[in-house]
T-cell receptor
Framework: GAVVSQHPSRVICKSGTSVKIECRSL??????MFWYRQFPKKSLMLMAT?????????EQGVEKDKFLINHASLTLSTLTVTSAHPEDSSFYIC??????????FGPGTRLTVL | GQNIDQPTEMTATEGAIVQINCTYQ??????LFWYQQHAGEAPTFLSY??LDGLEEKGRFSSFLSRSKGYSYLLLKELQMKDSASYLC??????????WGAGTKLIIKP
């Protein structure tokens, strides 16, 4: 299957700082990328959907000013958690889809905010 | 509204067979996916069904009935490493994935 990478895989930061997570499709062009959050022992929660070159569509209850998404190219999307707080600590996972194929998931980024 | 239902948790014995069911109600249908997710890891793709019937892939098989809004994932010859959550997801008419909450499968020796 296609390969999607995420960087960093793990990050620990102080409360109030901003953290940027990158999601890259390595061997295909991702017209759509999805950002998920998953709390321990809970199901995936879709945060936003982004299409290359256009603004992301956020799910209800997700603050767009806090979770900035940029899908600048067909192989890269970034999620920036601004002014992170301990309650933002979670497992953030991206998935990427090219055309009408199934989405492929990145390995995830574990964020811990102290 | 759109809805995906699957059992929260199932327990099975090593070497046995287990069937995980998924029922759905969505606006349109462009295929159903099964993913496996081990604790602390991202989901990995298992299967995709868009036509009715059974798709077999090694120890794993997936079945779809579009008229009944129903799918199942069948795991044979269970191994301890199959202990994971299994996620059912349906792609709707807008090609958006609608996710079930996942079924946690516990394998006992």
């Amino acid at each position: 299957g296609a390969v999607v990478s995420q960087h960093p895989s793990r990050v620990i930061c102080k409360s109030g700082t901003s953290v940027k997570i990158e999601c890259r499709s390595l061997d295909f062009q991702a017209t759509t990328m999805f950002w998920y959050r998953q709390f321990p022992k809970k199901s995936l929660m879709l945060m936003a959907t982004s299409n290359e070159g256009s603004k992301a569509t956020y799910e209800q209850g997700v603050e767009k000013d806090k979770f900035l998404i940029n899908h600048a190219s067909l192989t890269l999307s970034t999620l920036t958690v601004t002014s992170a707080h301990p309650e933002d600590s979670s497992f953030y996972i991206c998935s990427a889809r090219g055309g009408e194929r199934e989405p492929f998931f990145g390995p995830g980024t574990r964020l811990t905010v102290l | 509204g759109q809805n995906i239902d699957q059992p929260t948790e199932m327990t099975a014995t090593e070497g046995a067979i287990v069937q995980i069911n998924c029922t759905y109600q969505t606006s349109g249908f462009n295929g159903l996916f099964w993913y496996q997710q081990h604790a602390g890891e991202a989901p990995t793709f298992l299967s995709y069904n868009v036509l009715d019937g059974l798709e077999e892939k090694g120890r794993f098989s997936s079945f779809l009935s579009r008229s009944k809004g129903y799918s199942y994932l069948l795991l044979k010859e269970l191994q301890m490493k199959d202990s994971a959550s299994y996620l059912c997801a349906v792609m709707d008419s807008n090609y958006q994935l609608i996710w079930g909450a996942g079924t946690k499968l516990i394998i006992k020796p």
